[in-house]
């Protein structure tokens, strides 16, 4: 059979650790560059090892992942604060503050591609929910597309409208709210509008998160957040400024 080879019994162990690494996008060192398939003869009781094109797939998924948020960034650039989405680095610090255990509703503004939304759906309880805005359809769609998880949903929507969009699908509050948007080059009016409306949704000891590349967002949630942490993160491009207003 082309493409296939044999693996005597006694590499079950190898094999299965070679499948599962290619199961968890992990480097196996076994597996090299490349990814396998593991599957067991019912018949001789013998491993078949097919080499399976998942490196191509992924630099697919990848390259089409940027593809899109560069598009979407071409189409509205003062709405999309980069062309590159941010570095796991810049995740982690972000959300590390979250009391996940007491998180029921996750908000974020201007997902993009979604860069976020995994980390956010790996961390969020069974029972919560996870609500993106942004009012690019190219976005809305490919999340659409591309999630498939019954707590999440994607809106196409103005974060202007942050109490309405919560109470339409059946939440009093959000717990804590995410935000990437440029608040820098936003058409007038619009991030004094965002700080206001998500000051008004969150729930006393909710929080507001925000990661720019300028302080001008801090100047919005200045008036109505008390207390504002700050943070810096040095592995993104750009090194972004960091802000979680908390609402005491």
Known sequence: MAG??????CCLAMATRICQAAETNIPSPYSGTAYYEVALLSQSNQMILTRAPRLRDRIAKLLGQWGVF???????????????PSSRFTIEQMLEPVKWNECKLFVEYGPGVGTFCGPVLERLRGDGALIVIDTNPLFIDYLNRTIADSRFTAVLGSAEDVEQIVRDHGHDHADYVLSGLPFSTLPAGVGPAIAAATHAVLRPGGAFLVYQ????????MAKHFDRIDQGYEFWNILPCKLFWGWKD
């Open 70 to 84: 560069f598009r979407g960034f071409l189409e509205h650039p003062r709405m999309v604060g980069s062309i590159i």
């Open 213 to 220: 590349f300028s302080a001008a967002a801090r100047d919005f």
């Open 4 to 9: 296939l080879r044999y693996a005597p019994q």
